[in-house]
């Protein structure tokens, strides 16, 4: 059924001991991700007096990333300017140094060199700047440029929106940071599984962008993952086209599923819901992220939800109230009868969803128990009776 790739891939060290990169920029300063040894004994008193200047929390960066004050030569001033330039206010560079100190290690030429690549797939400058202020780490400690520019030219080639693009390589910079091969590796097999589960060739970018949007790190999962997952579930008698929706309903993560665990939450659900295994099949369509939830979570949100008073049968017709936490359930409950509503009796489609959808339905509840009904045929009374 599906298709096999040439090669699996490997995942990618998450915190890498950044080291130079011969064929990257030039004059590369690579920021450490753990504490180096202090060679010097005092603070550089340059290095502190810039960044009071710039408003700067010394106490924030001594306690999180001290060993910062002590390095030399450091770039703080040339840092917040290019900062400015791209249109940072004082307070934003202020929060970026704060949260990622190493920064002022990098040579501003490199900075900029960075600077450009971004900008390549932003929109516009206030959205870069944006993007840096939230993921300064990735700006500012991403090695390997060769790769990062081949890389991006790989997905606009795909013709993936800058958006994407961008939100890849702010979230997920080790997609970028390793040979583009792997990620080609890992686009084929996104491709092939598409249309080996009946995927239409002319939506496969949409759906492609809105996979990689909702989750930037599955470039990062093995290929056979992906195969013995869905591997998994279609020997437990899902159709193509139903493989392909949860694929799409679980953003990509159904790589992430050991099919042993899968298998554990399926064979709990189908015993506590008393279904079969079409019905089993129907509640996993309808709330594929019951597949995430080990056995242990699963039992004591059941038994929860017995012990309130609920049957099987309206779990069994509402099946995403097991995704939310007996501490959830339990409050919205007790909030829904302060209205009057006895869940006992009625739906759990009130109960479920995000918390402003919670609020939209026990809100509606609430008007209706405070706001008596006009009786068009009552005769009305006069201001003097």
Not at 82 to 108: F, K, N, S, W, Y
Not at 235 to 261: M, N
Not at 357 to 367: I, Q, T, W
Not at 373 to 385: G, I, Q
């Amino acid at each position: 059924m599906f298709r096999a790739t040439t090669a699996s891939l490997c995942a990618y060290c998450h915190r890498l001991r950044l080291l130079p990169t011969p064929g990257a920029y030039p004059n590369s300063t690579l920021i450490p991700n753990s504490t180096p040894a202090i060679t010097n004994l005092t603070e550089n008193q340059h290095t502190v007096e810039s960044l009071y200047d710039l408003s700067v929390d010394i106490r924030k960066v001594r306690k999180f990333k001290g060993w910062v004050l002590f390095e030399s030569p450091t770039y703080v001033r040339e840092t917040a300017s290019l900062l400015r330039d791209m249109g940072a206010d004082t307070a934003c560079v202020a929060r970026v140094l704060e949260t990622h100190p190493e920064a002022i290690l990098c040579q501003p030429a490199d900075v900029v060199a960075q600077r450009d690549l971004w900008a390549s797939v932003c929109p516009n400058q206030r959205e870069l700047v944006g993007i840096i202020e939230k993921f300064p780490a990735s700006f500012f400690s991403v090695t390997h440029y060769a790769n990062q520019r081949a890389n991006i030219r790989y997905l606009q080639s795909l013709r993936l929106s800058k958006r994407i693009i961008g939100k890849l390589i702010a979230s997920a910079p080790q997609t970028f940071s390793r040979p583009v091969e792997r990620n080609q590796e890992v686009i084929h097999t996104l491709r092939e599984t598409y249309l080996d589960l009946g995927g239409d060739e002319g939506n496969l970018r949409v759906w492609l962008q809105k996979l990689l949007s909702q989750n930037p790190f599955i470039m990062l999962r093995p290929a056979d993952a992906w195969r013995d997952s869905l591997g998994f579930l279609y020997d437990r008698g899902f159709t193509t086209e139903q493989l392909l929706h949860l694929v799409s309903s679980l953003r990509a993560c159904i790589s992430e599923l050991d099919p042993a665990a899968m298998q554990q939450a399926m064979d709990y659900l189908q015993g506590a819901l008393e279904s079969t295994n079409d019905e089993l099949r129907d509640i996993l369509l309808r709330c594929p992220a019951l597949l995430y939830y080990s056995v242990p979570v699963l039992a004591g949100r059941f038994s929860a939800l017995l012990d309130a008073g609920l049957s099987t049968e309206q779990v069994r017709e509402t099946p995403n109230v097991l995704e939310l936490t007996t501490q959830i359930v339990m409050y919205r409950i007790g909030k829904l009868a302060s209205y009057g509503y006895d869940v006992r009796f009625g739906s759990l489609n009130v109960i479920v969803g995000t918390k402003k959808d919670f609020e939209a339905s026990h809100g509606r509840l609430k008007l209706r128990t405070e706001r008596p009904l006009f009786n068009p045929v009552a005769p009305l009374k006069s201001s003097e009776e």
